[in-house]
């Protein structure tokens, strides 16, 4: 029987995050799921049915981490292929999601290109809202030869750059943010047509905990939808109750396969936060035995003699040293795998608690050994 080791517990836990974080990007593509951002987010849709939009403006089916960000590279992605290899763009940046809509505006339709992303990430080393704003750029100057050509700039189309931030910091969580181009006039009256200059929208959604009740619709459902805190019954349940979201066959497997990778992950994130508590603690607690042990063994030499007193200490440090390895190696274990399961899937200490099934007596303990050690 192989033993895994703890590189091995690594490539798996990312292969499983790869493969939870491709489910997370193919239930955001389901039609009737863009249809609910599209009209909550997006001005063109307000008056429109979820219905309308999802049968009649959104175009053909939506790409999945298939669209390179930067037009010179190729996508190292093939129609068809598993979930496992689909998750693996060594090297490429892609779009998580990218489709094109129509939009009835003054009476005519135009043109949208949407992208959405999913961000686990909050501040991966810059604003967020930079790397929208870049990635709308990039919408914009990628339509030259494809919905433009020579000087024809009338004919650009307006980006949108959504980004669902799934683990906010609790100060931003339950809000929405936008950032466009707007017109500002500090000399004379004249005032450009909106539509000329009104091509591009970042917007930030901070999700919310699920138990909690948002003003915001689409917050709430997105916020449900989405987190690993909540059982796949009871998602399915409120998705249902409460937003109106029929629960296709399609729907039912995405929520059912997102729910199962998460509960993976935190399974794996426990069993290597025993493992590397355990010889954490063992080895803190031998060298704290074996060093009392001596202490004390020389403390007794001196009254019953060197020899006999550095034999006993010896003996009594190995001893010590096993109990209190244990002991702490026991505990290091689960803060550890409480920490990892934290980690993993974005969860509270209470829900990592629940999840490890900690004996109530226990939890105090731990809960001061975390504030302390943070």
């Known amino acids: 029987m192989q033993i895994p080791t703890s590189l091995s517990q690594g490539i798996n ?42 049968n009649y403006y959104i175009e053909g089916t939506p790409q999945i981490s298939e669209v390179p960000v930067h037009p010179d590279e190729e996508p190292e992605l093939i129609h068809g292929m598993n979930t496992e290899d689909s998750s693996m763009s060594e090297g490429t940046v892609t779009y998580d999601i990218r489709f094109h809509a129509i939009a009835p505006v003054s009476g005519q ?10 961000q686990n990430d909050f501040y991966p080393g810059y604003a967020l809202v930079r790397r929208g704003l870049y990635y709308c750029s990039r919408m914009i100057s990628s339509q030259y030869g494809t919905e433009f050509t020579n000087s024809h700039y009338e004919k650009i189309k307006k980006v949108y750059s959504i980004w669902i931030c799934l683990d906010p910091p609790q100060y931003q969580m339950n809000s929405i943010r936008y950032y466009s181009i707007q017109e500002n006039v500090v000399l004379g009256s004249y005032h450009e047509s909106i539509k000329d200059y009104d091509l591009l929208t970042t917007i930030i959604l ?19 939808l989405l987190s690993p805190d909540v059982s796949p019954h009871e998602k399915m349940d409120r ?15 995405e929520v059912s396969n997102m729910c199962n990778l998460g509960a993976g992950i935190a399974r794996r994130a ?10 954490k603690g063992l080895q803190q607690g031998l060298q704290q035995g074996l060093q009392q042990g001596l202490e004390q063994g020389l ?3 001196l009254q019953q003699g060197l020899e006999q007193g550095l034999e006993q200490g010896l003996q009594q440090g190995l001893q010590q040293g096993l109990e209190q390895g244990l002991e702490q190696g026991l505990q290091q274990g689960q803060l550890q795998s409480l920490l990892n399961i934290m980690a993993s899937l974005n969860c509270d200490l209470e829900y990592a608690m629940t999840v490890l099934q900690i004996p109530v007596q226990e939890q105090e303990v731990l809960r001061n050994k975390i504030n302390t050690e943070s």
Request: with cysteine; hydrophobic share 35%.
């Open 270 to 279: 426990a069993e290597q936060g025993w493992q590397q508590g355990l010889e």
């Open 109 to 118: 339709l135009i043109r949208l290109i949407i992208n959405i992303e999913a």
């Open 13 to 54: 836990t990312t292969k499983e995050q790869s493969n939870l974080d491709m489910a997370c990007k193919r239930l955001l593509s389901e039609k009737i799921i863009l249809a609910h951002i599209m009209k909550h987010c997006l001005e063109e849709y307000h008056n429109y049915s979820i219905s309308e939009i999802m």
């Open 299 to 301: 403390q007794q030499g």
């Open 239 to 253: 998705l249902q109750t409460k937003f109106h979201l029929p629960m296709t066959k399609q729907i039912e497997s």
């Open 206 to 224: 901070c999700l919310n905990d699920p138990q909690k009740n948002s003003t915001s619709e689409i917050i709430e459902m997105l916020s449900v």
